[in-house]
Every structure is written in structure tokens, then in C-alpha cells.
């Protein structure tokens, strides 16, 4: 039975409120997992420990979203997706309380690492779920405003968490978010319908893929160097800028907002520059990345260079988030979704490991290591792509119809969103 035939009974208005549902969902997945960002100070001081090892709050969630992806959804493959969705935002709520009254840090750690693995776990099946819930002519648009989601939380969410510590203290923000992650559960079990999952992709499926698809090895090693200089120097932004610009809380908070909105202004650019040229979208985008982190060090040290910075690095991001998830759909058209859990996995691990690897530098070399860190790594990146073949051409018209199972990963059509 295709998913539209089992959701035809459904009345419109209610699939997508289920669509804004599973958007809210992706929300409080995303901006949890990044929180620590915008807290790594205070949190560092209050736990009485280093900043970098405040960072392996994101390391710890990363590791357990990027490693547990293909295995859960595998183990879970006849569990019915909203139950599923519902339990994962139940051990969300549940970890970020936790989190708020936590007497210790490593108690925190063993609390992020159980809500990594159903962070991962929701980016694996959330954006599929939403082009089941829709007719089938707007599957593509129900992905691209779930996806709208990461631009929301990076826009609103992360500054939002930095602003309400600064006026309480940082565990009244994973308290806030316990119970903003309770109202967005309570929301998936009142408008989602039942999804029943029929498609699961067995595992050993998904790790045999790149050693037939010597391109999507590639791909895949181009995220991995790309991830771990992006988040190995943006996850000490804010310890960054103290130190060299001296600015305070409300800078930060206002850096943050001007990043999220670029990155939001580069994806939407992006989405119609990769049909022209995906190669080209992707190297400018690295290009600038590399340009900003240049400028973060060399002009950063005060808040007009600062903010140009920050907006040449949002920008940048953007383009290169929306060029990455495109060449692995170019790269494995006919095996997207399991191409996708591939690209999902690695994503996740490298933003732990980046952030793992940006606190050593951080406590054994200095704050500022973590700039040239990731100039090294997305140059890296940028060497691999430029002296790689061009990408396979794949048929925008034929993407934009495409759908995948509720347990499968989450895809998109060809332009227009962005994804982890």
C-alpha cells in the first residue's frame, strides 16, 4: 500500500499540522544538541571544569547520533514511526531535565549520550514521516519546511538558549527545553497518524554501499573534512571572541543570530545555484569558509570584523550544507536513502570528534588553535573536491517526486532545503 493511500483518509489540514509537528520535532532536536555552543562558559564555570571539556557535551551527543543511526532504526524497523517519534522526544524532555538538575558533569555526559541516540535516531526517519503524512503532489514541500527547521533553531533557538541564561543561569535553559521538548510530544501524538513501517534498509545494505560507489566514498570523506573543521572551530566561538574581542554575552548572542540568518540566506541562494553548477556552489562555499576563519583571526579581535566574519561564515555554511547532502544524492541516486544514512552517520561522528578535537587544542594550545584547526580541515576538504571528477548529473524533475519509506532516512528533493 503507498503511503498516500494510507493517509487519503486523512483531512488535509490535519497532515500538515502534523508536518509542523514533525518541524518543532526536528527544533528541539537540533537546538539541544547544539545548546552547549552558546553555553560552554558558564557551563564550564559553574561544573568547575575547562571549556573543552564542556565541549564534550556536544561529543557525547554526536557520537551517539552519528554511530547508533543504522542499527536502531534497523532494530526498531516494525515500531510503528509516530510511537517511535513519540518515544524519541520522551527521552529528550526526560534528558534535558536531567540535564538542569544534574548535581555533576559526568552524569551530563551519560544523560547527552542517551539523547544522541534518538537525536539520530529522528534525523534518520523525521523527514520521511512528513512526506507520508501530505498528498503526494506536496511531499517535496512538506520535507523542505520540515527542513526549515535547522534555520529556526539556529536562527531562534541556540541565541535564544544564550539570552535566558544570561538572565537565569544555563540549567533554567535545559529546563526551558524539558518542557518545550514535553509540548512538541504531546503535539506528535495528538496530529500525526499512525505510520506503521514496512521498508526498514537492513544494515548490511547501508555499510556495503560505499564499497561498490567509489564517488559516494569520496563524497563521504569530503563531509568528513568539511565537518570536523566546521565544528571543531565554530563549537568555541564564544570562548573565542571573550578572549579576543573581550565582547560580551550579548554580542555573542547577536553573532549568533547574524550566523543563523546567513546560513538560512546561503541555503536559499544555494538552492538555485547547485542546478547550475553543484561543483562550483560547494567550492565558493568552502572558499568562503576558509576566508572567513581567516578574517575571525586576523580582523576578529574587534566587533566590526567580528560580525563580517560571522556573516561570511553563515553565508558560506549554508551553501556548502545544501551542495553536501546534493552530491551524495547525485553520487547514489538510486540508493539515496541508505546513502543518506551513511552521509547522516558520518555527519554526526565528525561533529563530535571536531568538537572533541577543538577542545584539546583549546586547553593545550589555546583557544585561538581551533581557528587554524578548521582552516586546515575545510582546506582539506576543498583539495579533495576540487581534484575529484565532476558529480553524475541527476534529474532535478525526477528528485522532486521522491519518496521515501517512514523508516528510511530523511531525503529531500534536489533543491531548496538543507539537511544534517
Known amino acids: ?53 564542556a565541549g564534550l557535551m556536544v561529543t557525547a551527543q554526536g557520537v551517539a547520533a552519528g554511530l547508533g543511526v543504522p542499527f536502531i532504526v534497523a532494530w526498531t524497523r516494525r515500531v510503528d514511526r509516530r510511537l517511535l517519534l513519540s518515544t524519541l522526544l520522551a527521552v529528550l524532555a ?3 531535565l536531567i540535564t538542569s538538575v544534574s548535581p555533576n558533569y559526568p552524569l551530563i555526559l551519560a544523560t547527552r549520550l542517551c ?11 523525521g523527514v520521511s514521516m512528513a512526506m507520508w503524512i501530505v498528498p503526494e503532489r506536496h511531499a517535496s514541500r512538506a520535507a ?19 539570552v535566558i541564561e544570561a538572565h537565569t543561569n544555563w540549567r533554567t535553559t535545559f529546563a526551558l527545553w524539558a518542557g518545550l521538548s514535553l509540548l512538541v510530544f504531546l503535539a506528535v501524538a495528538a496530529v500525526i497518524p499512525s505510520l506503521p513501517s514496512e521498508n526498514a534498509v537492513p544494515v548490511r545494505e547501508v555499510f556495503g554501499l560505499p564499497a561498490t ?9 569530503i563531509v568528513v573534512f568539511f565537518v570536523l573543521g566546521h565544528f571543531g572551530a565554530y563549537t568555541f566561538v564564544r570562548p573565542y571572541l571573550e578572549d579576543e574581542a573581550s565582547v560580551p554575552a550579548g554580542f555573542i548572542t547577536a553573532v549568533l543570530i547574524i550566523f543563523g540568518v546567513g546560513g538560512a540566506i546561503g ?8 542546478n547550475r553548477s553543484l561543483r562550483g556552489t560547494f567550492v565558493v562555499g568552502l572558499v568562503g569558509i576558509l576566508t572567513a576563519l581567516l578574517l575571525l583571526r586576523t580582523v576578529g579581535d574587534g566587533k566590526s570584523g567580528a560580525v563580517v566574519a560571522l556573516v561570511l561564515w553563515g553565508l558560506s555554511f549554508g551553501a556548502v550544507q545544501l551542495s553536501q547532502i546534493n552530491m551524495t544524492l547525485a553520487a547514489a541516486p538510486e540508493t539515496f536513502e541508505a546513502a543518506m544514512s551513511l552521509n547522516t552517520m558520518a555527519y554526526n561522528t565528525c561533529i563530535a570528534l571536531g568538537a572533541l578535537f577543538g577542545g584539546l587544542f583549546v586547553d593545550h594550545v589555546g583557544v585561538t588553535s581551533v581557528i587554524w584547526f578548521g582552516v586546515v580541515l575545510a582546506g582539506a576538504s576543498l583539495l579533495l573536491r576540487l581534484g575529484t571528477g565532476r558529480e553524475k548529473r541527476t534529474s532535478t524533475s525526477a ?7 517512514a523508516d528510511g532516512d530523511g531525503a529531500q528533493s534536489a533543491t531548496g532545503t538543507s539537511s544534517r
Open 94 to 96: 526526560l534528558g534535558n
Open 1 to 53: 500500500m503507498s503511503p498516500q493511500s494510507k493517509q487519503s483518509s486523512n483531512p488535509a489540514v490535519k497532515g500538515w499540522l502534523g508536518v509542523a509537528a514533525i518541524t518543532a520535532s526536528l527544533f528541539v532536536f537540533l537546538t539541544t544538541e547544539l545548546m552547549p555552543v552558546g553555553l560552554l562558559t558558564p557551563l564550564s564555570r559553574s561544573l568547575d571544569i575547562s571549556v573543552g571539556v
Open 399 to 405: 528528485l522532486s517526486d521522491l519518496q521515501v519509506p
Open 267 to 274: 541555503n536559499f541562494v544555494a538552492g538555485y545555484t547547485v
Open 213 to 221: 560507489n567509489g564517488q559516494l566514498r569520496t563524497v563521504l570523506l
Open 115 to 125: 539523547m544522541g541516540f534518538a537525536s539520530g535516531v529522528f534525523w534518520a526517519i
Open 144 to 162: 523542505a519546511v520540515v527542513m526549515s527547521g535547522i534555520s529556526i533553531a539556529t536562527v531562534v533557538g541556540i541565541p535564544l538558549g544564550t
